[in-house]
């Protein structure tokens, strides 16, 4: 009985300790830079580490030298999707829970992980699509979000225009408006202004928030492309894996290198193209609530410090992000704001952690959460997840199996618990006024 006791103590006091390895191990490293790329309508499918049948050679070597998630979560839409990542909080506390919704959640009303990232002394800047979100024109606005300097898509862009996300975007580049050049590929210019900020503050902590526009459609060309007919799919995977290529052998030459997290992750499930893991289709795609909507690719890669070669299943939120990236950066929680995200911190220094029981992903006023084995919607309807992402199988609510009942009964707790805090949540602040040099934004098409 007493080495039980002891060995009791031992459990108590390490879990106790944890969260201070963690914060001791980032002391000794130092403060790295941050690097979260966001890849639009990227899903397991189109990710070769995950069993696709794309090639995705760099994205491969950042999972071999770092560690891949299995099991991370996104809402099934972009908005929904970059709100959580951005504020670290449920769509229904943001009022961002589909898109063309961005314009609920404002800068004096949320608040955004670069501003906590600048308040811990780091350089910040976003380059790519911000447009599902609103409220950045002006370098006033940068400001309040907490951004030293942007570049992003989305001004100017109507449905039919002829205007394309990818040759010839206009760029809103720290408030003034860069026309576009249908002989320029603009995930390039991205690329570019990406590097010329790492270049600008290599001897500083940075944040870079880079959402790219790939592999949204509707897909065009790229500058690699070849022949009448290429694979658009194939040959826009192929680019933004080149892009993540150049930007880590950027950082390979400033020598910045094992000062730095890549952090690389999908922002809701694939629309098109071969919806295949390891030869079998999976279940769903954008814009569904289900494993092949909302399951996305997730790789942390510091190197030195985050183990390579790992396939971790925890589960993942996007909110996840907003606290971990806090603790990294040794900065502070913002006061009196409720952060759904817990923070992986720990397996991102190779640590236990305390991994999440759950996940709770919503679109509208449809929602889910889901463990390591089972999912239960709102609706009422429970699957066995042990074949996802292929299938979910249905459970009946009268089902003999005790496993079954006891996960249900279970589910049904957190999700209950959810949706209690969403009924009795404030209001969500009203918008304010678009500022008149806003110009027409088209979010809901994003």
């Known amino acids: 009985m007493t080495h039980r006791l002891l060995l009791l103590a031992f459990f108590v006091l390490v879990s106790a300790q944890a969260p201070?390895?963690?914060?001791?191990?980032?002391?000794?490293?130092?403060k790295p830079n941050i690097i979260y790329i966001l890849a639009d309508d990227f899903g397991l499918p189109d990710i070769g580490c995950y069993?696709?049948?794309?090639?995705t050679p760099n994205l491969d070597a950042l999972a071999a030298s770092g560690t891949r998630f299995e099991f991370c979560f996104a809402a099934p839409l972009c908005a929904p999707t970059r709100a959580m990542g951005m504020f670290g909080r449920y769509g229904f506390r943001t009022g961002v829970t589909d898109n063309g919704l961005g314009a609920a959640a404002t800068p004096q009303g949320e608040v955004c992980i670069a501003k906590v990232l600048k308040q811990a002394g780091y350089a910040t800047a976003v380059s790519g699509k911000w447009s599902d979100l609103e409220y950045l024109v002006t370098p006033e606005d940068g400001a309040r979000w907490g951004f030293d300097e942007f570049m992003i898509w989305g001004e100017r862009w109507e449905e039919g225009s002829g205007r394309s996300r990818y040759w010839g975007p206009d760029y809103n580049h720290n408030g003034k408006i860069i026309a576009g050049n249908k002989k320029t590929f603009g995930p390039d210019l991205l690329h570019e202004f990406a590097v010329g900020f790492i270049r600008q503050n290599r001897d500083q902590p940075f944040f870079l928030y880079y959402p790219s526009p790939l592999i949204h459609y509707k897909l065009q060309p790229t500058p690699d492309s070849v022949g009448k007919k290429p694979d658009l799919h194939a040959d826009n995977i192929a680019y933004l894996d080149k892009l993540v290529g150049k930007l880590v052998a950027e950082l390979e030459s400033l020598k910045l290198r094992e000062k730095t997290l890549v952090v690389f992750v999908g922002d809701n499930g694939s629309t098109k193209g071969a919806h295949t893991v390891h030869g079998r289709p999976i279940h769903g795609k954008k814009g569904e609530l289900n494993e092949g909507g909302c399951r996305v690719p997730l790789i942390l890669n510091w190197p030195g410090t985050t183990p390579a070669g790992k396939a971790s299943k925890d589960l993942v939120s996007i909110t996840d992000f907003f606290p971990t990236f806090t603790e990294l950066a040794g900065g502070t929680l913002p006061a009196g704001v409720m952060i759904d995200g817990h923070s992986i911190a720990p397996q991102a220094l190779g640590q236990p952690g305390k991994p999440r029981e759950w996940v709770y992903v919503q679109l509208r006023s449809d929602r889910y959460v889901r463990d390591a084995r089972w999912k239960l919607t709102s609706a009422g309807d429970f699957f066995d997840m042990r074949d996802a992402p292929w299938s979910e199988i249905p459970v009946p609510a009268e089902t003999p199996d005790a496993e079954a009942k006891a996960a249900r009964t279970r589910l049904k707790v957190a999700l209950d618990g959810v949706v209690a805090q969403d009924s009795n949540k404030n209001s969500t602040p009203v918008p304010e006024?678009?500022?008149?040099?806003?110009?027409?934004n088209q979010a809901n098409k994003k």
């Not at 069993?51 to 090639?55: E, F, T």
């Not at 006024?433 to 027409?440: D, G």
């Open 20 to 30: 201070l390895l963690a914060k001791d191990a980032v002391t000794s490293s130092g």
């Open 51 to 55: 069993g696709s049948a794309y090639k």
């Open 433 to 440: 006024s678009q500022p008149e040099k806003k110009m027409k």
